[in-house]
């Protein structure tokens, strides 16, 4: 099928407010870099962290398999304006709940939210990508979902000194949902106008001859198993790089993602009309090799300076590697099912940010140290090469 619907100009109104609302709603769940770490201060037994931690991912992949095949562009926009008012109602509950139940409670509500709320703003913002444009467009939408990771937890080490503990800073970020309603709400015409110009086949669910057919197709299997392992390492460092810069006593972590996430913006932001002229598997290759020595290396790095190089070189081999996957997943789908095929992409980066700190937990309860867990990051990275090597021989829809 053609993808004679979607619009050639990337930069529209509408992308553009989606990018936003999408920023709004990932600084909801960025500043939970310190969650682990905040167990421990409210008296969590170290036994609990790492499954309340991954409870909010944990229930973001298991809704997400629900939730994705029954979006689409007619109804997303309303999940989206009602999942936004349950995620200022479960930023708002960790200034009260402490319990062990109460937590479990909250956390599965969080993902619920949280997961309504990427899934809708996905499947929007997809239909607004032009084909030819797709290295741009998933930069973007890749620079809109880095950008809180890389002020929020700077801002938030800033403010902890000030503030009772971390679940006034977890209540007081709830400011970013409110911030995505008054965007929603203000292109909702805009919205209505674009989709209803829109192929009738993008306005319905696929069903499920359409996901069985997605799932045979080689290039999208290898590509979403790639985009795994590499959430896989993301999600360690997300989760465990406060405890490992402790540790080993290299530096401010808070100043580790600002370097990190910057490098990754910059990289996106001047090479995204690159990225749609290259020859993206090679390309993606060589990002690739340089970010396994770099996880190695930070495993036992002491040094502040090095903390801080190691950042950068993370950021900047990210900052390809993830555009890079996500096109390549677009170009390889079919258009009716490049949303779909976006979301299970967000279904992989769940499944990771759901086992990474438990399985992580389980293995520092049994007196692992923290460098330990990248080196498996490593491991994970160098199996998504030799997938993305695997790419050359399957062929794909560029």
């Excluded at 926009?77 to 479960?90: G, Q, R, T």
């Excluded at 292109?187 to 674009?194: D, F, K, N, P, Q």
């Excluded at 992580?360 to 498996?376: E, K, M, T, V």
Aim: aromatic share 12%.
């Amino acid at each position: 099928m053609s993808d004679v619907s979607t619009p050639r100009k990337l930069w529209t109104y509408e992308f553009i407010s989606l990018l936003l609302v999408i920023a709004a709603t990932l600084g909801n769940i960025c500043v939970f870099y310190s969650f682990y770490h905040y167990l421990g201060e409210i008296g969590i037994p170290v036994a609990w962290r790492g499954l309340l931690v991954g409870l909010e991912p944990m229930a973001s992949f298991v809704l997400r398999l629900f939730v994705i095949s029954r979006l689409h562009v007619s109804n997303a926009y309303n999940v989206a304006m009602i999942s936004l008012f349950l995620l200022i109602a479960a930023s708002c509950s960790y200034l009260w709940v402490t319990s062990i139940p109460a937590m479990i409670i909250l956390r599965i509500f969080h993902g619920a939210s949280f997961v309504l709320m990427s899934s809708a703003a996905v499947a929007l913002i997809v239909n607004f990508v032009p084909g030819e444009k797709s290295g741009q467009g998933f930069s973007a939408i890749s620079i809109a979902m880095m950008l809180p990771f890389a002020v929020v937890p700077s801002l938030a080490e800033l403010i902890l000194p000030y503030v009772r503990n971390e679940a006034d800073i977890y209540a007081a970020i709830s400011v970013f949902s409110v911030i995505a309603i008054i965007l929603l709400i203000s292109m909702r015409g805009r919205i209505a106008a674009a989709v209803s110009g829109m192929d009738k086949v993008l306005m319905r669910c696929p069903t499920k001859a359409e996901i069985r057919e997605n799932l045979r197709i080689r290039p999208v299997v290898v590509l979403l198993m790639a985009l795994l392992l590499i959430y896989l390492s993301q999600a360690t460092l997300f989760y465990f790089a406060k405890d490992l810069s402790l540790q080993n006593r290299t530096g401010d972590v808070g100043l580790f993602f600002t370097i990190f996430m910057a490098m990754m913006i910059t990289v996106r932001a001047l090479g995204g009309s690159l990225f749609d002229r290259l020859d993206k598997v090679p390309f993606l290759q060589k990002a690739v090799v340089v970010l396994i020595p770099t996880l190695v290396i930070l495993a036992d790095n002491t040094s502040p300076v090095g903390f801080y190089i190691l950042a950068a070189l993370y950021g900047l081999s990210m900052g390809v590697i993830m555009p890079l996957l996500n096109a390549l997943l677009f170009l390889a789908s079919p258009p009716p099912l490049r949303g779909l095929n976006a979301n299970l992409s967000m279904f992989c980066l769940d499944v990771a940010y759901f086992v990474v700190p438990y399985l992580g937990g389980i293995i520092i309860a049994l007196g692992a140290w923290f460098g330990s867990l990248f080196y498996l990051c490593a491991g994970y990275t160098f199996i998504s090469l030799i997938l993305v090597t695997n790419l050359l021989s399957c062929g794909s829809r560029e």
